[in-house]
């Protein structure tokens, strides 16, 4: 009972709570936020900015924006996943799903607000994705501030990382032999070192990838990572490339991808997955085919997404392997109160 009252709302709260964590999965209402992994101060922000006024970009370029400020899991934003050199380094991309304009950044150096600068990518050049100092010295000159992205948690990951041999790492048919040993590497001949050693787990990396959706069906999809923990230098992975990390189209829906970004920007799922939904397929279904996909040549890959259609129906599918057979991801409607998180059984 509460203090000094009767308890007839305590039990009204626990009935209500209760009837929400029943929701059924892909729940609709609009306006929607969807993001993968329990991210919820981010689903916040994005809804947040939705309910005081802000268009389905700012959501999103709010929401990312929140994940890469709390370096959500290490895995967003500054001081997380160290390169082969140490340093953070940055991919993002944010997308209008009314104009199908893209603004993207990969391999970002020094600057903390890595889908701010996609944005502006967008809004202010009519290029579609900046890379490396170039991005950096675009983001600058745009008013971004430059600064140091290295943290001590970083430098200790790389440290120990050099401790350990430089192991795992992402190289093949090189010498030395990049399972025992640091680089420099060379090529080694011949090329047949088709081992999959170092690729990504469920360890290495996350990315936030949100899409947001207005009441009248205005789609915006986007994403922020840090990447892929040891990467090679200069690697960028699915999450600032259209169609691969998100994709957005207001007359069908929007995906956002997380995961082994090497293999799984392949296959644009992000991509299929809003073409399925266009050709009738719910947004369960859709996410379904895009990671049936990837598994037919990757069978051990890791990777999720999340799909949303325009009537605020969601949904969510990952490849089940050793260690990930569930994945979760956060959702905001009108229904659901607060941001909840909802998880998917992996197949
Ligand atoms: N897809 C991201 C990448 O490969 C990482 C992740 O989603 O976990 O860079």
């Given at each position: 009972m509460m203090p000094g009252g009767d308890s007839a709302p305590a039990i009204f709260l626990l009935f209500v709570l209760n009837v929400l964590t029943c929701l059924p999965l892909g729940h609709a209402s609009l306006p929607l936020v969807i993001n993968t992994w329990p991210f919820k101060d981010a689903t916040e922000a994005a809804w947040k900015s939705l309910q005081s006024g802000g268009t389905v970009l700012d959501a999103v370029e709010k929401g990312c924006g929140q994940c890469e400020e709390a370096q959500c899991d290490g895995s967003v934003g500054y001081g997380g996943s160290p390169d082969e050199r140490g340093e953070t380094t940055l991919d993002a991309m944010i997308m209008n799903g009314d104009t199908m304009e893209v603004g993207a950044v990969a391999d970002l150096r020094r600057i903390k607000n890595a889908i701010g600068v996609a944005r502006a990518v967008m809004e202010r050049t009519t290029h579609t994705l900046l890379v490396g100092e170039s991005?950096?010295?675009?983001?600058?000159?745009?008013?971004?501030?430059?600064?140091?992205?290295?943290?001590?948690?970083?430098?200790?990951?790389?440290?120990e990382w050099l401790k350990g041999n430089c192991q795992p790492n992402y190289r093949k048919n090189v010498f030395p032999d990049p399972s025992k040993y640091c680089g420099p590497y060379k090529p080694r001949a011949p090329v047949t070192d088709k081992q999959t050693r170092g690729h990504a787990n469920v360890h290495s990396?996350?990315?936030?990838?949100?899409?947001?959706?207005?009441?009248?069906?205005?789609?915006?999809?986007g994403t922020s990572t840090n990447g892929m923990t040891h990467k090679v230098p200069g690697r960028v992975g699915d999450s600032p490339i259209a169609g691969a990390g998100a994709y957005a189209d207001s007359s069908v829906g929007g995906a956002a991808a997380t995961g082994d970004g090497d293999v799984m920007m392949r296959f644009l799922p992000s991509y299929l997955a809003v073409e399925q939904m266009r050709a009738g397929a719910d947004p369960s279904a859709a996410c379904e085919t895009a990671i049936s996909r990837i598994k037919r040549?990757?069978?051990?890959?890791?990777?999720?997404i999340i799909c949303a259609n325009t009537t605020g129906h969601y949904g969510a599918a990952c490849n089940k392997i050793a260690g990930f057979s569930q994945f979760r991801f956060t959702v905001s409607n009108s229904e659901t109160v607060t941001s909840r998180v909802l998880h998917v059984d992996c197949f």
């Open positions: 991005a950096s010295l675009f983001a600058e000159n745009m008013g971004f501030t430059a600064e140091d992205l290295t943290t001590n948690k970083s430098l200790n990951i790389f440290l990396h996350d990315t936030i990838g949100m899409i947001a959706m207005d009441q009248g069906g205005r789609v915006a999809a040549h990757y069978a051990d890959f890791f990777g999720a």
